[in-house]
């Protein structure tokens, strides 16, 4: 599946098309509920939110308020019950399954709070994953020093050099994130979702994260997407959107507030 296929056409976009793609990722009226027992429980309540290529935005809000349901449900891990996911444009969410993993796979990177590592895998393992998911066992073996060079390149890029045989048993915390944040940039992907990505960490560690994910924006054009319940560590991005009890209550530019 190509998602950019508009960009490349020799007809000029019209002006709707240009309005679209000024969207890198778009939720529309999205409503998602969870069945506990007999009782429907609702999580989101008609949410819409556009995040723009390049943006760096937060979505924070109490425990229960649905920013990681809207997370999941932007990056495809989960479906809405009702409304519609765009990328550039183009609805996503209803895709058959196979070009919902695939875009999991190549255009969107994902770390979590509790890095979800491998245990038996070394660093290089783990940050190699990805790629061993997309080729399939006989693509890898075939381009193994190829790949395996360009995993080492970036654990250099996140300052993990010395950790490349170490298994996650023998990293920090602060380790693990910066592992985590390798994984999901060696398939190259266009939209990073970060689910409390400092969360379980203590203060220099996360200092040393949000830093190395604001790098990644500015000097890479990588569109960032971050839930957190913390707004010291939200306002560290461009914008923040703030969800309570499943609707959006705060659409905020946070361009003057943003440090560094």
């Known amino acids: 599946m190509t998602v950019d296929s508009t ?8 002006p ?18 969870y069945l506990k027992g007999n009782h429907k429980i609702p999580v989101l309540r008609g949410v819409n939110v556009s995040i723009r290529k390049g943006e760096f935005l937060s979505i924070v809000g109490q425990s229960g308020s649905g920013k990681s349901t809207l997370l999941h449900l932007l990056g495809l891990l989960d479906s809405p019950n ?24 190549r255009v969107f990177g994902f770390i979590f ?10 660093l290089l393992e783990n940050v190699l994953s990805p790629l061993m998911i997309r080729h399939g066992l006989r ?24 950790r490349m045989k170490h298994k996650p048993s023998e990293m920090s915390g602060g380790e693990m994130q910066r592992a985590a944040i390798a994984r999901a940039l060696v398939a190259r992907p266009q939209i990073l979702l970060a689910d409390e990505p400092t969360g379980n960490l203590d203060a220099q560690s996360g200092r040393e994260v949000m830093d190395l994910l604001r790098r990644l924006n ?8 971050m839930v957190t319940h913390d707004d010291s ?14 609707r959006i209550e705060v659409l ?3 361009a003057s507030t943003r440090t560094g």
């Open 218 to 225: 500015e000097l890479e054009g990588l569109t960032i997407i």
């Open 139 to 162: 693509e890898y073996l075939r381009h193994r020093r190829e790949y395996r060079a360009a995993a080492r390149e970036i654990i250099g890029r996140v300052g993990l050099d010395h």
């Open 252 to 254: 905020g530019d946070q």
């Open 16 to 33: 709707r098309t240009l309005n679209m793609l000024e969207h890198h990722v778009r939720a529309v009226a999205l409503e998602k509920s």
């Open 82 to 105: 009702v409304g519609e996911i765009e990328l550039q444009g183009k609805r996503i969410d209803d895709l058959p399954a196979h070009a919902r993993d695939e875009l999991r796979n």
């Open 113 to 122: 709070q509790f890095y979800h590592l491998l245990p038996e895998l070394s």
């Open 7 to 14: 960009l490349h056409s020799e007809e000029a976009p019209s």
């Open 233 to 246: 560590i939200a306002r560290q991005a461009h914008r923040i959107v703030r969800l309570n009890e499943g």
